[in-house]
């Protein structure tokens, strides 16, 4: 039976199972990446982190959890309070929901029920996680403007520029994978890399995905939304309590679900390494083991989200958004040009590689024109008395700045300034006048 039999034949109880056992995944990775994160960057560091709670600490997160139901709630009288309330509804549920299509392993049996590892298995599965990862930014964009605070505001701004602009990257990373798939399902693109994973078949893709899927989580060093130094916490700034918690765990949910989309994009799902995948006629890709398998790989791709955060700083805004116009788009677009020809050229022997040369020529060409037409950025003249910018784009003010009067501004008069500071309090008033 195919695999979207066996998920159709799923029983009641078989279904509950598994959407429990998800929403349990979810929270469970949740607390250890947390205490994980802590502990590796820590290590990085040259320090000790968390060894107070639990043996060497790992009950750090439970310690949390429980704290932060009881901490206060303070919501700021300038805030919105329907929408404030709900904006970290809306960025956790369809962090959720991303599971759901998500291949975890192949056909087992639960309880003598023949199943496979998969809540359901849609022919949109890939559309269905990019909606999800996508929808978040609604909760973030609405926890900004209900707060009624400026940097909060910002920081909301910033993020939904910021997922918009990486979510064509990631789309369009994923397009060289469904043409050598033909499929929109995860269960098909899990098992098209029986004969090789994508990861090096499709080495550009997957390097576009990987710093996609960092800017799309807004983790560092692409965690402008949340930069401390400028927006004094982001988005979440007014908020306290389990709000504050459930902000915190839609983002490492939402990094577990890169993370396993990437694993079944590009390294193969659920199926064994190469060294194992040729042991007694394929073993380890039956059963439970494949499990493993799947959940080793996320949790390398989980490593290096943290392995990131302790050793690159964090951008500035315009670098990070060139890097995703500029650099990522571009690439994307001849990246998927050069496979659909190569495809082309290989399965119609009609089409000649001058064809592909010349249409590889006529895109280079539009590529470059667009360059030209693209506004270049301004190179002040060093005689200018204008204030001078930076390399990033950022006035600087002169170091000898100094306010020129305005001709129309005249001196006040003793009389006239004594009232003002009565005016404002500023203490009792001679009598007599100099």
Request: proline share 8%; aromatic share 12%; glycine share 8%.
């Amino acid at each position: 039976m195919t695999r979207a039999q066996l998920l159709v034949d799923d029983p009641i109880w078989l279904i509950l199972i598994k959407a429990v056992v998800l929403l349990l995944l979810g929270a469970l990775m949740t607390m250890f990446m947390i205490i994980w994160e802590r502990k590796v960057v820590a290590r990085m560091q040259h320090r000790p982190g968390p060894n107070r709670v639990g043996p060497n600490g790992w009950l750090q997160s439970i310690a949390d959890a429980i704290k932060l139901p009881f901490k206060e709630q303070i919501i700021p009288d300038t805030a919105d309070r329907k929408v404030y309330f709900l904006a970290p509804i809306m960025s956790t549920i369809p962090a959720f929901l991303a599971f759901s299509v998500i291949p975890f392993g192949p056909e087992v049996s639960i309880f003598g029920e023949r199943t496979v590892l998969q809540l359901v298995d849609l022919p949109v599965g890939v559309l269905v996680i990019l909606a999800c990862s996508s929808m978040g930014v609604y909760g973030i964009v609405l926890a900004g403007w209900a707060s009624g605070s400026p940097y909060p505001l910002l920081g909301g701004l910033r993020s939904a520029a910021q997922v918009i602009s990486y979510e064509i990257a990631m789309g369009l990373s994923i397009v060289a994978v469904i043409l050598y798939t033909g499929s929109l399902s995860t269960g098909d693109i899990v098992d098209a890399q029986s004969s090789g994973w994508y990861f090096y078949l499709l080495v550009p893709s997957f390097l576009i995905y990987f710093v996609s899927m960092i800017g799309e989580t807004n983790r560092a060093p692409f965690d402008l939304p949340e930069a401390e130094s400028e927006l004094v916490g982001g988005f979440h700034t007014e908020y306290s309590s389990m709000k504050f918690a459930l902000f915190f765990l839609a983002e490492y949910v939402n990094m577990v679900i890169v993370s396993a989309f990437a694993t079944t994009l590009f390294l193969g799902g659920y199926m064994a390494p190469w060294p194992l995948s040729q042991i007694n006629d394929n073993m380890f890709n039956t059963g439970w083991w494949p499990v493993l398998w799947f959940f080793a790989k996320t949790f390398f791709f989980l490593f290096v989200f943290i392995w990131l955060r302790g050793t690159l700083p964090r951008m500035r805004y315009d670098q990070f958004m060139r890097l995703g116009w500029r650099i990522l788009v571009p690439a994307n677009l001849v990246w998927i040009v050069l496979v659909v020809a190569l495809r082309a050229f290989r399965n119609e022997a009609s089409i000649s590689p001058t064809t592909i040369l010349v249409a590889g020529g006529i895109v280079l060409l539009l590529l470059i024109g667009l360059s030209f037409l693209l506004p270049e950025r301004a190179v002040s003249d060093p005689g200018d008395q204008s204030v001078p910018v930076t390399g990033g784009g950022y006035p600087v003010p002169p170091l000898d700045l100094q306010i020129p009067a305005k001709p129309s501004d005249k001196p006040v008069r003793p009389r006239r300034a004594r009232r003002e500071r009565a005016a404002v309090g500023a203490g009792p008033e001679k009598e007599s006048e100099q």
